[in-house]
């Protein structure tokens, strides 16, 4: 495991055994795959979005999924594992939505380059295995690493409001939208400076988030 999510982190540095928290490496590690679960569902809805067919199936539980990672808020092995099947039944679902509308608007079978998080699939018994690859020290340049877990961080908290906004009737797509983009982001080799740049929309965002609630 390795979290740094949170203040309580060990040496400052980041929790690698148990958390300081409490939280056993199993259920960080869990955490680490849901992420990347979402992660493959949100490039699928990034490329509906710009073949103008955004889909808005999965908002709810994207929100709710990335809220279940943060600090203490779920430490339920079964209910991780649960959101990583529904969710890889979900990417599959996107995908497929995806695969027909680009062929419709293209006229030809997508044959681009997808990331591990949009094709990877597993049953629960390879989920421990496969979450051991997929967290925070997956990213190997420490700039990059920095940058990508300030905006997962981000939002992560955004989806707190979002979820919690949802659950009294207020939703803007805009700010579903913009999970979905920024997941999607830490998929791709971007520069610092959009990367960056999408760390500053993240606190942008995560007060738009905020004013729902008002
Ligand atoms: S949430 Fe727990 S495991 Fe993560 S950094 Fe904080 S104390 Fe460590």
Redesign the pocket.
């Known amino acids: 495991m390795f979290?740094?999510?949170?203040q309580?982190?060990?040496k400052n540095t980041g929790?690698t055994v148990r958390?300081?928290?409490g939280?056993p490496e199993k259920t960080?590690n869990l955490q680490d795959l849901l992420i990347f679960v979402l992660k493959g569902i949100s490039v699928y809805g990034e490329k509906l979005k710009e073949l103008g067919k955004p889909n808005r199936d999965n908002d709810e539980f994207i929100a709710q999924g990335l809220f279940a990672t943060i600090?203490n808020a779920n430490w339920d092995n079964d209910r991780f594992t649960s959101l990583i099947q529904n969710g890889l039944n979900r990417r599959e679902r996107v995908r497929e939505q995806f695969l027909v509308a680009y062929k419709e608007k293209q006229d030809r079978d997508f044959d681009g380059q997808l990331p591990d998080a949009a094709t990877w699939t597993g049953q629960p018994e390879s989920f421990a295995e496969k979450a051991k690859q997929v967290g925070v020290l997956a990213t190997s340049n420490e700039d990059v690493r920095s940058l990508r877990e300030l905006l997962i961080i981000g939002l992560k908290g955004i989806a707190a409001y979002a979820d919690h906004a949802a659950i009294l009737g207020f939703e803007k797509d805009e700010i579903n939208d913009f999970m979905i983009k920024a997941l999607a982001f830490t998929t791709k080799d971007m520069s610092v400076d959009e990367m960056v740049d999408l760390v500053m929309q993240t606190g942008k965002t995560a007060v738009d988030t905020m004013a729902l609630l008002d």
């Open positions: 979290c740094f999510q949170c309580e982190t060990a929790c958390g300081v928290c939280k960080a600090t």
